[in-house]
C-alpha cells in the first residue's frame, strides 16, 4: 500500500540555519507529494506541493524536489526564521483512492533566536 | 471566505459515551475527507465524501464511527460508544473537487477517559 516515511522530531536549530526534513514514500504509479505545516493552534495548511517527477514545489523559501528514483521529497530552507517553528508533514495522494491524503508522522521544529 | 471550521475543538468525555464531531467545509466544496491522528501516530484518512455520498469509507475503524453528510453541506462524525483508543485529534478538509487541494480545520481534539 501507499505510506510516507519522514524523519523523527524534534528538530531544533537556531535562526538562520539550513533545514532539511527527509521523506520517502512507498506508493505505485505516480502520487502526487505534498508537504503540509501545522503552526502552533492551527490547522493543517499546504506548504507547497508536486505532481510529478523532477517536479519542485516552492513557497516561503522553502523546497521540495519529486525524485522517482530515489522516491523522496525532502523538505529544505536555506535559513529558518522562529516564526518557522511548527510541525511539518509530508504527504501523498494518488487518484485511485480519491485522492485521500496519505501521511507521515510529522517532524516538530523549533527555531531559536 | 470562511474556512473550513470544526467544533468542538476540544471535547472530554468518558468511556462509553456518545460524541459527535462537525466540520463545516469551504462553502461551494464537494468533497469532504475525515482524518485522525492518534498520539505518536501518523494523520490517517477515515473516509471521503461527495455531496452527500460516502465514496470511500475505507479508513472507518470500527462500526462505532458514523458519518453523514445530509444534504451535502456540512458532516457528522459521531462516535457511539467512545473507548480509550479513539483519542486523538480529527481533522477534516474539503477540496473543490477531486485532485484540488486539501483545506484543513484546526481539528477536534478527542479525549476519552
Known amino acids: 500500500g501507499n505510506s510516507v516515511t519522514q524523519m523523527e522530531g524534534p528538530v531544533t536549530l537556531s535562526e538562520e540555519a539550513f533545514l532539511t526534513i527527509n521523506c520517502t514514500y512507498t506508493?505505485?504509479?505516480?502520487?502526487?507529494l505534498f508537504w503540509y505545516v501545522q503552526y502552533p493552534g492551527e490547522g493543517l495548511q499546504l506548504l507547497l506541493k508536486?505532481?510529478?517527477?523532477?517536479d519542485k514545489g516552492s513557497n516561503k523559501g522553502f523546497e521540495a524536489t519529486y525524485r522517482k528514483e530515489t522516491t523522496s521529497f525532502h523538505l529544505e530552507k536555506g535559513s529558518v526564521q522562529v516564526s518557522d517553528s511548527a510541525v511539518y508533514f509530508c504527504a501523498l495522494s494518488r487518484s485511485n483512492s480519491g485522492y485521500a491524503l496519505n501521511f507521515g508522522k510529522g517532524t516538530s521544529l523549533l527555531v531559536t533566536p | 471566505e470562511a474556512g473550513v471550521t470544526q467544533f468542538p475543538s476540544h471535547s472530554v468525555i468518558e468511556k462509553g459515551q456518545t460524541v459527535t464531531l462537525r466540520c463545516d467545509p469551504i462553502s461551494g466544496h464537494d468533497n469532504l475527507y475525515w482524518y485522525r491522528r492518534v498520539m505518536g501516530k501518523e494523520i490517517k484518512f477515515l473516509l471521503h465524501f461527495v455531496k452527500e455520498s460516502k465514496q470511500d469509507e475505507s479508513g472507518m475503524p470500527n462500526n462505532r464511527f458514523l458519518a453523514e453528510r445530509t444534504g451535502g453541506t456540512y458532516s457528522t462524525l459521531k462516535v457511539q460508544p467512545a473507548e480509550l483508543e479513539d483519542s486523538g485529534v480529527y481533522f477534516c478538509a474539503s477540496s473543490q473537487e477531486q485532485g484540488n487541494i486539501q483545506y484543513f480545520g484546526a481539528g477536534t481534539r478527542l479525549s476519552v477517559l
Open positions: 508536486a505532481t510529478k517527477a523532477d
Open positions: 506508493a505505485t504509479g505516480y502520487p502526487s
